[in-house]
C-alpha cells in the first residue's frame, strides 16, 4: 500500500469533506451519496449507515470504499489505489455480500478482498445511464386517461410483495424462501414510508412498480423496475419510471441515474432520454 495517500477510516465530522468527493463523482456514487444523506458517518449497524475508509491527497479526498449495514462494498476510486481503501474494509473482518461500483473497481476490490474464485449469483457488467431531467422524454401511454401513476400505499402491498419477490429471484437470482419474503416486506414498506416507490394503474389494475433505491437532493437513482410478464411489452415499465421521474423533477430533482444489464431495459431508458455513461460493475456473492 502507498505510504503518500494516508489512508484513514471516516469519522463524523467529515461529511462534508466526502460529500465534496462524491459530487465530483456524482453519476457512479449515487448509492453511497443517498446513505451519507440519510444516515452521515454514524455506524451502528442501522440501515443505510456504513464504515468508510478513505485516502487522501493535500487534504483532499481521492478515493473511498464503504461497506454497509447489509455487508455490500461499494468502492469509488482510481482503480490503482483500489488496494489501499479497500484492504481496509478487509481489515474488518465482515463477509461481503456484494460488491458495487465502477467496473474495473470493483474487478480490483474482489482481487484485494481474494474473493475472485467465491461463487457469484450475479457478476455483471452493467451499462451506468444517466439523464437530465429536464430532457425527459414522456410516454404518449401517460396521456391515456385509462392509465395514471402514483406513489405505493400499504393497500398496495399484497399485489407488490409477490411482484418483489419475483424481481428478487429473476433479476437478482435470489432462492424462494420465507426470509426473502420477509427482506422484500421490510424493503417495500422502507420504501412506502420513504416515499420513494410508485406504481403504474390501468382501468384501475396495478401493472407496474418502480422506485428509487438511492436518492439525495437534486439527484435519484432508478432500480427495483418491474412489470409482471403477462403485462410485459405494452410500455408499463418506461411509464411508471417516467411518472416517478416527473414527480422527482417537480420536487427539485435535476438528474437521474440507473445501471442495467438487460437490453430491453436499455431500449426502454434510451427512449425516455437517458444516454450511456460509463460501465458499472455488480456482483452478489451466493
Not at 30 to 46: R, Y
Not at 64 to 72: I, Q, T
Not at 202 to 221: C, E, H, I
Not at 237 to 242: D, E, I, K, N, Y
Request: glycine share 8%; hydrophobic share 45%; charged share 20%.
Amino acid at each position: 500500500m502507498s505510504t503518500d495517500l494516508n489512508p484513514r477510516w471516516l469519522q463524523p465530522g467529515d461529511e462534508a469533506l466526502l460529500g465534496v468527493y462524491l459530487a465530483k463523482h456524482c453519476d457512479s456514487t449515487v448509492i453511497m451519496a443517498s446513505n451519507l444523506h440519510q444516515v452521515g458517518l454514524e455506524h451502528a449497524g442501522e440501515p443505510y449507515q456504513g464504515q468508510y475508509a478513505a485516502i487522501f491527497e493535500a487534504g483532499d479526498i481521492v478515493g473511498v470504499a464503504a461497506r454497509y449495514w447489509n455487508g455490500n462494498v461499494v468502492v469509488s476510486c482510481p482503480v490503482e489505489h483500489v488496494e489501499a481503501v479497500v484492504s481496509m474494509i478487509g481489515t474488518l473482518g465482515e463477509p461481503t455480500a456484494g460488491l458495487l461500483g465502477v467496473s474495473d473497481q470493483v474487478v480490483a476490490a474482489a482481487a484485494v478482498l481474494g474473493l475472485e474464485e467465491t461463487p457469484t449469483a450475479i457478476n455483471h457488467e452493467e451499462d451506468l445511464m444517466a439523464l437530465n431531467l429536464d430532457v425527459l422524454q414522456v410516454p404518449e401511454l401517460l396521456s391515456d386517461d385509462k392509465v395514471s401513476y402514483r406513489r405505493a400505499s400499504r393497500a398496495d402491498l399484497s399485489v407488490l410483495l409477490p411482484w418483489r419477490v419475483a424481481y428478487m429471484m429473476e433479476v437478482m437470482s435470489v432462492q424462494a424462501s420465507s426470509a426473502l419474503e420477509t427482506a422484500c416486506k421490510d424493503s417495500l414498506l422502507r420504501g412506502i414510508e420513504e416515499s420513494r416507490l410508485w406504481v403504474l394503474v390501468r382501468k384501475k389494475k396495478l401493472v407496474a412498480m418502480s422506485g428509487f433505491n438511492a436518492s439525495l437532493p437534486g439527484l435519484v437513482q432508478v432500480g427495483g423496475v418491474w412489470t409482471p410478464k403477462a403485462m410485459r411489452g405494452r410500455g408499463f415499465a418506461r411509464a411508471v419510471v417516467a411518472g416517478s421521474l416527473l414527480d422527482a423533477r417537480e420536487a427539485g430533482a435535476v438528474r437521474s441515474m440507473l445501471f442495467t444489464n438487460n437490453p430491453a431495459a436499455v431500449k426502454a431508458y434510451l427512449s425516455l432520454g437517458f444516454k450511456w455513461v460509463g460501465s458499472y460493475g455488480l456482483v452478489v456473492f451466493e
